[in-house]
């Protein structure tokens, strides 16, 4: 096994050494690429750092014993060694002697070679008396030798010493660890949080790395519904990218056309009976309109459905939050309207592409209603540009929400249920 010689003096102390790997770590840190530094939790990616270059503290092995062992060996005495009038006489050769070795075993350290080179300031113990090896430290103390022997008493006492400066140069070490390490984790995380929020503060940095993930709806099998185009896969698909990006979910323009065909079959049934729900408000309405969603999306498999939130938003719903919202409203008047299109903006965040508008209209006139609106769309404040007739009763325009570069496309749908 391998010795590991405890202090030389020109070796450094703990002190610097952290200092340089804070050096090191800040610089590791800068050259990060900004997917890992964006995608990772400053917790785990701090901890990965910190488990890479703290050192591990000295630990005593509780399961073994401290112990101490004579040793007879012969030893050389150099002439310059010996008194004036025996140095004539040249080199000794061979002289009886006698050492103790005291151990105290420690648990195997991945880190014992750097930390035996590290000085702790309070203690320098020099020579070759003083060992690391990969599971023990240990001292060496000459008990007899040339011109000298230690008695019974004298030994013990110098076995009680040595054991104590092992277990205090560990405990020192330790501390000096304890406090590196502590310094060291504080860099490492102050320096990942500081590089990540300048990547956030970059919105256009964000935007180019975060991940956008298109989310497939499934149907539910039944006669009734096979008319509609949806794809036959899980709701929400995701693959856990190393390290995770930020992600946003989004349903792509033929998933929306999918939902607004079912949101239109449904409430053209209402036209056809209009007496039968002529007592009905708008959140009944907006509740059968649920009701048939989830009778036609398959999200009980993943945990994530159609469901209501508020008392007269729809929202389909996954994970990540609300990706496609549609408002239920009964017509009120143009101003009303004109209300509505900013509620449902309030709900849109800059990730959402889409918004439905669903107006159930009680008045005769119809076709007024609907001439109202094609005109007045267009003047709204948000109004962008993009405005067509899909049918007599479908509208779509493009608005802006908070941010001005910003468009949502709104789908308009209006449903006479006059009587």
């Known amino acids: 096994m391998r010795d590991y010689i405890y202090h030389q003096p020109e070796r450094p102390d703990f002190s610097s050494y952290y200092q340089a790997l804070q050096v090191q770590v800040k610089g590791d840190i800068l050259r990060e690429s900004e997917e890992q530094i964006l995608g990772s939790n400053i917790e785990e990616l701090g901890q990965y750092y910190y488990d890479k270059y703290a050192l591990t503290p000295v630990e005593i092995d509780a399961n073994r014993e401290n112990s101490w062992e004579p040793q007879d060996y012969l030893q050389d005495v150099p002439a310059q060694r010996r008194d004036g009038s025996y140095q004539s006489e040249g080199d000794l050769r061979d002289m009886p002697s006698q050492r103790v070795v005291i151990e105290v075993p420690i648990i195997p350290n991945k880190d014992l070679n750097t930390i035996a080179g590290l000085s702790t300031g309070s203690f320098n113990y020099s020579g070759r008396d ?37 277990q205090n140069i560990i405990s020192e070490k330790n501390q000096s660890i304890d406090s590196g390490n502590k310094s060291l984790l504080f860099t490492i995380k102050t320096e990942i949080s500081l590089r990540k929020q300048k990547l956030i503060d970059n919105k256009e940095k964000v935007a180019s790395l975060t991940k956008t993930i298109d989310i497939p709806l499934k149907k539910k099998a039944g006669a009734d519904v096979q008319a509609v185009r949806l794809a036959h896969t899980p709701l929400v698909q995701r693959v856990k990218p190393k390290p995770t990006l930020p992600e946003e979910y989004e349903i792509r323009e033929e998933k ?69 919202i549609a408002e239920c409203k009964i017509w009120g008047g143009k101003s009303l309207y004109a209300d509505t299109i900013n509620q449902l903006r309030g709900y849109l965040t800059w990730r959402h592409n889409y918004g439905i508008m669903i107006t159930f209209v009680r008045n005769k006139d119809f076709t007024k209603t609907l001439r109202e609106v094609e005109a007045n769309i267009p003047t709204h404040d948000s109004y962008l540009n993009g405005f067509r007739k899909v049918n007599e009763t479908h509208f779509v325009s493009n608005h802006r929400i908070d941010d001005s570069e910003k468009e949502v496309k709104i789908h308009h749908l209006f449903y006479h249920l006059a009587y």
């Open 130 to 166: 003083f060992r690391w090896n990969t599971d023990v430290v240990f001292r060496t103390v000459e008990t007899k030798g040339y011109q000298f022997e230690l008695d019974v008493g004298q030994t013990a006492k110098a076995v009680k010493e040595s054991l104590e400066s092992i």
């Open 256 to 324: 929306v056309n999918d939902v607004i065909t079912l949101l239109d079959n449904q409430a053209r049934n209402f036209e056809q009976t209009p007496k039968a729900i002529k007592v009905l408000g708008e959140e009944d309405l907006r509740d059968l309109l649920l009701a048939n969603l989830n009778s036609v999306f398959d999200g009980a498999a993943t945990g994530e459905t159609f469901s209501k939130n508020g008392k007269t938003d729809i929202y389909l719903k996954i994970d990540k939050g609300n990706i496609l």
